[in-house]
Nanobody, 122 residues
Framework: QVQVAESGGGLVQPGESLRLSCTFY????????IGWFRQAPGKEREGVSC??????YYADSVKGRFTISGDNAKNTVYLQMNSLIPEDTAVYYC?????????????????WGQGTQVTVSS
């Protein structure tokens, strides 16, 4: 059964770092893409980053600050977030797409986690 679940959110100050984890079940990163998305109050969902096998992709808003990585042995994808700014505040979701390569079209992702809150505030 395909499942994903996020963890690692929290409250940090601007400039600090946070690492999110997405634990996945029922597949490997060689076969399925995993994407990270976020949604802030009153805003549309935004694609942040994705990974499939050795392919990764980042939204312009996080490029150079966020790093995605995967570990099939631990069934986990990580999103390392550095130099956080208040605009990064949102609920972060991971999701998996069994059919496509790495991309940030959330409508194409079939399985979603419950989300984890990230708040960047002084």
């Amino acid at each position: 059964q395909v499942q994903v679940a996020e963890s690692g959110g929290g409250l940090v100050q601007p400039g600090e770092s946070l690492r999110l984890s997405c634990t996945f079940y029922g597949f490997t990163l060689d076969d399925y893409a995993i994407g990270w998305f976020r949604q802030a109050p009153g805003k549309e969902r935004e694609g942040v980053s994705c990974i499939r096998s050795s392919t990764t992709y980042y939204a312009d808003s996080v490029k150079g600050r966020f790093t995605i990585s995967g570990d099939n042995a631990k069934n986990t994808v990580y999103l390392q977030m550095n130099s956080l700014i208040p605009e990064d505040t949102a609920v972060y979701y991971c999701a998996t797409d069994p059919w496509s390569n790495c991309h940030l079209d959330g409508d194409e992702y079939d399985y979603w986690g419950q989300g984890t809150q990230v708040t960047v505030s002084s």
